[in-house]
C-alpha cells in the first residue's frame, strides 16, 4: 500500500522559510513522480512542483509562482521528497499536499493536473502571518 506522510508546516512570518518533506512508504522513489500541490480555502487545488524519476534521470517543474523562491528535491535512501520554502508570502498560506505516482507523463503535465496521481498525503498546514 502506497503511503505519503507529509512534515514540516506551520506558522512563519512573511519572509521566513520553512521545510516540508514528503515520506513515501510502499514503494520507493524510482520511476515515481512526486508532487507538491497547495489548496487555500475557497480555492481549486493548485501544482506548486513535482519531480520525477525515470530511466533517464530526474526532471523537475515548478509553478511560476514557485520559480525562484521554492526547491524541490528527493533523498532516495530516505525515499523522502522536500521543498524548500524561502521568502514566504501571506497568499502561500494553504494546506500543502504531496502527492504520488507513476511518472507516466512528463513532470509538467502531471503537475498541472492533480488527477494524474492516485495517492496522496493526509495534508498539512503551512500559515504565512505576521
Not at 509553478?63 to 528535491?73: E, H, L, P, Q, V
Amino acid at each position: 500500500q502506497l503511503q505519503l506522510v507529509e512534515s514540516g508546516g506551520g506558522l512563519v512570518q512573511p519572509g521566513g522559510s520553512l521545510r516540508l518533506s514528503c515520506v513515501a512508504s510502499g514503494f520507493t522513489l524510482d520511476y515515481y513522480a512526486i508532487g507538491w500541490f497547495r489548496q487555500a480555502p475557497g480555492k481549486e487545488r493548485e501544482g506548486v512542483s513535482c519531480i520525477s524519476s525515470t530511466s533517464s534521470g530526474s526532471s523537475t517543474f515548478y509553478s511560476d509562482f514557485a520559480k525562484g523562491r521554492f526547491t524541490i528535491s528527493k533523498d532516495n535512501a530516505k525515499n523522502t521528497v522536500y521543498l524548500q520554502m524561502n521568502s514566504l508570502k501571506p497568499e502561500d498560506t494553504a494546506v500543502y499536499y504531496c502527492a504520488g505516482d507513476w511518472s507516466v507523463r512528463t513532470v509538467q503535465d502531471m503537475c498541472v493536473a492533480p488527477s494524474a496521481f492516485a495517492s496522496w498525503g493526509q495534508g498539512i498546514q503551512v500559515t504565512v502571518s505576521s
